[in-house]
């Protein structure tokens, strides 16, 4: 009875042995439980790097707008200073800061059509790219007028464009303060940016005073050498040469001409001065019928050509009057004019 007894407790005291299907579904449970833990590492990795990129492209769109809109604002203050005050600027200098602005425009517009665009930006960058599309073309047709409207014959109808250019720009600043901007602060504040906000781009300078026509012209006409107002040195213009329908004419005897149609003058006209003249008027008289041509502008030493249509056409021999019209500051014309006689056949 005791050995029996003694026999019993002894098995009590045996450790059960657990069974080796239940070691072998331990271990793959922590081995699953450990590739998950690193799947989720690996995936908050990756969410982490896309999410930094993401706000680094974001940020950088976000620091390249700026950069273009603080360009584009020193190119606002230089063009609207020069108007507001062209100091001792002439009419040449004048015109090439100008077409130094519109370069410099035209590269802004460049580097916006290329600039990298995280994709929550596509619709501000759209407007954006319209914005200076618009500010790019308003500045070519402010420097292709600008000569003209510096000079007489023409001048009224070129700062008439000039001003409508105004109100271009003005056009492209009401685009980007009230979609732009705000669309481009938006998605950078729904992006947890902050300190990267867009700056305001106000190119023409509050107010009304350059959509005027009239503040545009008095502007212009302070502009030394425009409106009648020559700058030092000599001036002077010369007449060269003059054909018609191809057709070389000479002072001296009658040439003969045949056209078919209305026939054009051409009149060559050389700057004999030492500074650029502006607006120079030419007219040609036939039969008491006085046609008016111009030339917008002509550099020192160069020679430009004004081409005029004979309305109606002359029959027969006629004599052609034709003059160019003197500029501020010229003290002799007597090159500036002279009569040929032409046989129309």
């Known amino acids: 009875m005791e050995d029996s007894t003694a026999k019993r407790v002894g098995r009590r005291q045996r450790p059960a042995r657990r069974p080796e299907r239940q070691q072998i579904l331990i271990r793959r449970g922590l081995a699953l439980g450990g590739g998950l833990l690193l799947l989720i590492l690996i995936v908050l990795g990756v969410k982490g790097c896309l999410d930094a990129r993401k706000d680094r492209a974001l940020s950088d769109y976000a620091r390249n707008v700026t950069q273009v809109v603080e360009e584009t604002d020193q190119t606002s203050e230089a063009l609207f200073g ?34 990298d665009t995280p994709g929550d930006m596509g619709s501000a960058q759209d407007s954006l790219e ?6 790019q073309s308003a500045m070519d047709q402010i420097a292709e007028q600008i000569s003209t409207a510096l000079g007489d014959v023409g001048s009224e109808k070129a700062t008439a464009k000039i001003t409508r250019q105004m109100q271009v720009l003005m056009a492209s600043d009401v685009l980007y303060s009230t979609v732009v901007r705000p669309e481009t602060d938006v998605v950078l504040a729904n992006n947890g940016i902050a300190g990267s906000d867009v700056p305001k781009s106000i190119f023409v300078p509050e107010g009304t005073r350059w959509l005027e026509e009239s503040e545009v012209s008095a502007a212009l006409g302070s502009v030394t050498g425009s409106s009648g107002t020559s700058t030092p040195g000599v001036h002077g213009l010369g007449l060269i040469g003059v054909s018609v329908g191809g057709t070389e004419l000479a002072a001296e005897a009658a040439t003969s001409v045949t056209s078919e149609g209305a026939p054009e003058v051409e009149v060559q006209v050389q700057n004999q001065g030492e500074s650029t003249e502006n607006g120079i008027t030419v007219s040609v008289t036939v039969n008491g019928n006085a046609l008016q041509g111009d030339i917008s502008m002509i550099g020192a030493g160069e020679t430009a050509t004004a081409s005029i249509l004979l309305t109606p056409t002359p029959k027969g021999e006629v004599t052609l009057e034709v003059k160019v019209d003197t500029v501020p500051g010229e003290q002799i014309s007597e090159n500036n004019e002279a009569s040929y006689a032409v046989s129309f056949e």
């Open 82 to 115: 020069k108007l507001a005050d062209p100091g001792g600027l002439s009419v040449t200098e004048f015109v090439n800061e100008v077409e130094a602005d519109r370069s410099a425009m035209d590269n802004f517009a460049s580097r916006v059509d290329g600039l």
């Open 130 to 135: 319209l914005v200076y599309l618009l500010r």
